[in-house]
């Protein structure tokens, strides 16, 4: 304790001098710690807003949802018992504008249909104001709708003006303006439109076999509890193919989108940390330079090694401290930021506030950090004896710090590591990406004194400049190994990222074009068949025209265990999730490559058999003879597994996990599915000639589709490229960070240069050398470490090949060069500028 | 003397620099007259603005108000570029702290100026100069790894290599002890008799500056002695 206080005290009188050399080290902690810390807390603003508005959210307090089918009497009965309830209808629809003269303009829709319960919470917003239960209401022929602006924009209308959906007319009362449990949703295809009970009645589109979900929302009576309902209703309806959701888990979608991006910028964040963690290193190996005399002295004046170590460690700590309490304001600032600037633009329901936790686990991250990497540094002065202090002048000693100084400093890595992988939502992509991090700073730092080593072997250029630009490079203490693994690591995740980017944009653009269909038809009815078949093949340019049988089921149990129960690999979770598309053939469908297994004869119409996705099957530990169980339409069948077969979704085709063998399941009401592939000149024909003979058809333009997955990508590409400028940065900080600690050999290397007769601009020549190999070599190192990884990527996890991208590539050893080599010319202005008499005069 | 026949024609030069107390005044309408091939030392106490009168001489430092002429060429309103490239034809100096470059070799150091002047055979010329000094054993040793002594050599070497009008010399002993110092005191007039480069050598030990053929006293920026050494 006495040593601890004697090393305290120490530490503050040597603080008093100048600690300038640490404002990267500093500036790299507050960004990193305020990174970590403002995305923790914009997460938990908005977990906490979802998790609080859950009810309003999810409009009740538990939702059943049905697909195809509504509840029974005992079912309805059930629920009534429970609470109040309101029902909702969804379901995708064309609707058509209605205006004298004009040829109607029609647009898929989202339509959802409400009763009179609707909303329990919140209100509908609409424009002009008035209740929703006018604006819904029949008169006569004519019954109401409210529809979203961009549907009354695309198809160029007002309030009060026209709609056709199905069979019915629709008078637009209101534009939508809001509606309460929006989110809760999912992904839509289109514009909302809300009409009431009544209104779908008459629209002819309900039809056993249609695609349409129905929603029970029940507002438990005082007492009911979630799980008591839940329980219940297993008990009551085991077979009954429910979809719970309640009010605390409302957006599930939303939730996990929220914690998976926030788990990605918590690591992008965390990189950062140890991108400035190198300049950390780096300017600690600086600042120990310039303390050499001091501490040469302390050790003259009796001070062993451990409590230098102490004075420096207490220092560098305190130096952390600051810049982690500024880090955490920062980042507890952050959401009261991005609330003043864009609350009108946020979708999702937040919770704004001060939270302890994400302050608290940035404040963690950054304080281990720095010891991580400030200790390794310091422990290497404790050893390095007084005389050598004096000495060693050119070549710092090249000592490792002793082996309790590096398990400390490992320690607090894996601390690091291990707190981001406990609170990871993915610890797999955790790993994956903390690793990818850890094993570029090392690829990099690997090759960067691989290359010093080269570069130092090389003959020396005859001409002065490039000798001095590459003595510069190679000198022992040289900043060249530092400034190429940070800001290497810097352009290597923007590379990837980019790469990437590329790589999927040009799969969904060029692949698809060739192979896909033009069109999707969803809800065509078995008496529309024949006609919808000769409507699509009289168009001369239609191939590859296909319609299948198509019904919504969902995998109820897996081997007789029950799909919740059941050991699922995660990647095959998704399949049991939900409810999935179910279609039945008597002959493989065309593509289908059976891997193993056989197809069922032709003519088979015996107990249920089932060919299955391989890979889910893998997923599932499925075999050949294994059962499955599907809950169509609230009814389980029991299947045998007969075949397995190779699906590929990246074609766009038709594509099912599940087809059954005729025989039982063609007996269910359902409806078919249809696609085709036609000439571009005939798209829009074809869309009108279909929309306007099957106005209950919904009709999907594939090309409008893939644009809004695309659009999709590039804004979630642009979200992630801007996330890696933040290592950029932090790269960016410690290049500066090594440009100005080595500001003083340069200005002193100039000013003899220019004693010796060299112009301002022989100087600036070395500076360009020597600042464009650096930042040209940190580029190149960085696009191949990039785009290895990305290949990986593409190999191992998208399925696809690399689609190298020479503008991206250029751009990263280009942008590289040019960053490095402008920091460096701007740092060395005052060298160049410097009058050589001044330094001369105050050596 | 005929002025072109002048090494060093300084006409009432003033230096004044400025600081945080205000302007101060160095030197204070100082002229010298320099022959060709003199050797001169110019004494002084600490302050008296010795090493401020070697820089605007050596074209390091612009003059507030008067006249300079080196090797017979007016370099007082000369930029800085002009002045760098004037000093790399006609200008050697030797300071007293060496003034290496770290980051290269003695052989690359004596180099420099012989490239930056576009001689061909810049490196044999500079192991020849550095061999002259007694140093051909540390051609490729770093400044780190060289005795004060010897980093001494490697600097008079380099001054020296172009081939001078002119040899600058900032207390070149004042950093050295007693008889290292007197090797490179030997060594700087040495060079003197070999290349018959004017040396202007500002010291304040008096021993040293007895073997200069002539003795300039300076005092508060102004020359107070001019007298022919014994």
């Known amino acids: 304790m ?81 609470g109040r309830v309101s029902r909702t209808v969804s379901l995708r629809a064309m609707a058509y504008a209605l205006k004298s003269g004009a040829e109607a303009e029609r647009q898929l829709v989202e339509l959802k249909a409400v009763d009179g319960a609707y909303p329990f919470f919140g209100a509908v917003g609409l424009d002009p104001v008035q209740t929703l239960a006018l604006a819904l209401s029949c008169d006569g022929q004519v019954c109401g709708a409210v529809a979203e602006q961009t549907l009354l924009d695309r198809l160029h209308l007002a309030p009060g003006g026209l709609l056709k959906i199905g069979t019915q007319v629709f008078r637009v009362r209101a534009a939508l303006k809001s509606e309460p449990d929006r989110i809760s949703g999912g992904f839509s295809l289109g514009p909302h439109v809300i009409i009431g009970d009544d209104g779908l009645k008459r629209t002819g589109l309900v039809t056993l076999g249609s695609l349409i979900n129905y929603n029970y929302h029940v507002v438990l009576a005082p007492g009911e509890t979630i799980a008591t309902f839940k329980n219940e209703a297993t008990a009551a309806f085991p077979d009954g193919g429910w979809e719970i959701r309640d009010r605390n888990d409302a957006a599930p979608g939303i939730r996990r989108f929220v914690e998976q991006v926030t788990s990605f910028l918590t690591l992008v964040g965390l990189t950062a940390l140890a991108v400035g963690g190198v300049g950390a290193g780096q300017a600690i190996t600086a600042f ?105 002048i ?103 990222v980019s790469l990437l980017d590329r790589t999927i944009s040009r799969q969904v653009e060029n692949r698809l074009p060739g192979t896909a269909p033009s069109f999707f038809f969803v809800d065509i009815q078995p008496d529309e068949t024949a006609r919808f078949d000769k409507t699509v093949k009289s168009f001369a340019s239609a191939k590859d025209y296909r319609r299948t049988p198509m019904i919504r089921g969902r995998i109820v149990a897996i081997k007789g265990v029950p799909a919740k129960d059941a050991v699922i690999a995660p990647g095959a979770r998704w399949a049991v999730n939900g409810d999935r598309g179910i279609t039945y053939a008597a002959t493989p469908p065309e593509g289908s490559v059976i891997t193993q297994g056989r197809w069922w004869p032709a003519n088979y119409t015996g107990a249920p058999l089932v060919s299955f996705d391989q ?149 600036a020549i070395i500076y360009i050398i020597e600042y464009g190999v650096l930042g040209l070599l940190t580029g190149v190192l960085a696009l191949a470490i990039g785009t290895l990884a990305t290949d990986i990527i593409c190999r191992e996890v998208l399925e696809m090949p690399l689609d190298f991208d020479f503008g991206v590539a250029a ?18 202005w005052t060298a160049l500028s410097a009058r050589a008499a001044a330094q001369l005069r105050s050596p | 003397m005929h002025n072109s026949a002048l090494a060093i024609n300084l006409e009432d030069v003033t230096l004044t620099l400025s600081s945080l107390a205000g302007p101060v005044s160095i030197l204070a309408g100082v002229s010298l007259r320099v022959a060709s091939g003199e050797t001169v030392a110019l004494l002084g106490p600490s302050g008296s603005g010795k090493s401020s009168l070697l820089m605007v001489a050596a074209g390091l430092e612009t ?150 053929g002539r003795i300039v006293r300076l005092n508060d920026g102004r020359i107070v002695a001019d007298e022919r050494s014994a």
């Open chain 1, 811 to 828: 751009l990263t050893v280009l942008g590289g060069g040019f960053v490095t080599l402008l920091f460096g010319l701007v740092g060395a």
């Open chain 1, 615 to 763: 890979a889910l099957a893998e997923g599932m530990s499925l075999k050949l003879g294994d059962h499955l169980t599907l809950n169509v339409l609230g009814r389980e069948i029991d299947a045998t597994i007969a075949s397995f077969r190779k699906v590929d979704f990246s074609t766009g085709n038709q594509n099912f996990i599940i087809v059954m063998s005729p025989g039982l399941i063609d007996h269910a009401p359902h409806s078919f599915l249809a696609t085709v592939r036609v000439a571009p000149g005939e798209e829009e024909r074809l869309f009108r000639a279909v929309t306007d003979a099957f106005p209950n058809i919904s009709t999907i333009r594939v090309k409008d589709a893939i644009a809004e997955v695309n659009a999709l990508l590039q804004e979630v590409a642009a979200g992630v490229r801007a996330a890696s400028l933040l290592t950029i940065l932090s790269g960016l900080l410690v290049l500066a960070g090594a440009i100005a600690a080595g500001s003083r050999s340069r200005l002193y290397d100039a000013t003899i240069l220019k004693v010796l007769g060299a112009t301002r601009l022989r100087i």
């Open chain 1, 2 to 82: 006495r040593r601890i206080n004697l090393a305290l005290r120490l530490a503050r009188r040597e603080v008093r001098g100048r600690l300038s050399g640490f404002r990267i080290f500093f500036a790299c902690l507050v960004l990193g710690v305020a990174a970590i810390s403002g995305v923790e807390s914009l997460s938990t603003a908005f977990l906490t807003g979802l998790a609080e508005q859950g009810r309003t959210l999810l409009d009740g307090d538990v939702v059943v949802q049905l697909v195809h089918r509504t509840t029974t009497k005992t079912e309805g009965d059930f629920l009534a018992r429970h």
């Open chain 1, 288 to 392: 120990l330079d310039r303390k050499k005399e001091e501490i040469a002295t302390f050790k003259s004046l009796g001070a062993d090694g451990g409590l230098i170590f102490l004075i420096y460690f207490f220092q560098v700590m305190g130096i952390a401290l600051t810049a982690v309490v500024l880090g955490v304001v920062i980042g507890a600032l952050l959401p009261f930021a991005v609330q003043a600037l864009y609350s009108d633009k946020i979708p999702a329901p937040a919770h704004f506030a001060l939270y302890p936790r994400p302050l608290l686990l940035g404040a963690v991250f950054g304080l281990l950090s720095a010891v991580a990497f400030s200790v390794p540094p310091l422990s290497r002065a404790r050893l390095i004896a007084p005389a050598s202090l004096f000495r060693d």
């Open chain 2, 63 to 212: 003059v507030t108000a008067g006249r300079i002429r080196i090797a017979g060429t007016d370099i007082t309103s000369m930029g800085e570029d002009g002045l760098a490239r004037f000093r790399r034809n006609h200008v050697g100096i030797v300071f007293q702290s060496f003034h290496l470059i770290q980051t290269m070799t003695a052989l690359e150091n004596v180099a420099v100026p012989l490239e930056l002047a576009g001689v061909q055979d810049a490196f044999a010329r500079a192991a020849a100069e550095l061999e002259a000094v007694g140093l051909s054993a540390r051609l490729d040793h770093y400044p780190g790894q060289l005795s004060g002594g010897e980093q001494q050599r490697v600097a008079l070497a380099r001054a020296i290599a172009p081939r001078p009008a002119v040899l600058f010399a900032d207390e070149p002993t004042g950093n050295l002890d007693g008889q290292t110092g007197a090797d490179i005191a030997d060594l700087l007039f040495a060079l003197h008799e070999r290349t018959n480069a004017t040396l202007f050598l500002v010291t304040h030990e008096e021993s040293l500056a007895k073997r200069c």
């Open chain 1, 394 to 496: 050119v070549a710092p000693a090249d000592a490792r710090g002793a082996l309790p100084y590096l398990v400390l400093a490992a320690l607090a890595a894996v601390l690091v590591v291990a707190i981001a992988l406990v609170l990871a939502p993915s610890p797999i992509f955790a790993i994956e990406f903390l690793g990818g991090t850890a094993a570029g700073l090392a690829v990099l730092r690997l090759i960067a004194e691989g290359v010093r080593a080269i570069l130092r072997r090389l003959p020396r250029p005859r001409s002065p400049a490039p000798r001095l630009a590459l003595a510069n490079l190679t000198r022992p203490g040289s900043a060249a190994a530092g400034v190429i693994t940070a800001l290497g690591l810097g352009l290597t995740l923007l590379a990837t």
